[in-house]
């Protein structure tokens, strides 16, 4: 079906690829769509995210880089898992609900500035 309605297209070299992918991410983003990525890859995800945490800053949706590792990190819900947590730090996370509980509005970008390895998995 996605054939059909020609939603499936090829975009042979990576860097033209990631830049297509994170315009159509900031025109959802500008929608307050929410929105995926999937890559196949952790090379290519770390790349994507990149570039899609350029192009948000360019646009002034995520404050510029404060000594942050470049990744980028979506948590669709105000208590993201923590199975992964140990490596989450210098990652800006994006709340796409509020938390009142823990004050955290809606569309808040936060990065990880430390984890608690005691509580953490």
Known sequence: MLHERQRIFEIEAPEKRY??????YLR??????????????NSERRELNR????TLIEHSYV????????????????????????TMRG???RFTRASNRIGIPKNAYLTVEAVNRRTTR
């Open 19 to 24: 830049q297509v992918i994170a315009a159509n």
């Open 63 to 86: 404050p510029g880089p404060a000594g942050s590792t470049g990744y980028w990190s979506i948590a669709n819900s105000p208590e993201p898992s923590v199975g992964t947590a140990q």
């Open 91 to 93: 990652d800006v996370i």
């Open 51 to 54: 570039v899609i945490r350029e």
């Open 28 to 41: 959802f983003h500008r929608a307050d769509e929410r929105t995926l990525v999937v890559s196949p890859a």
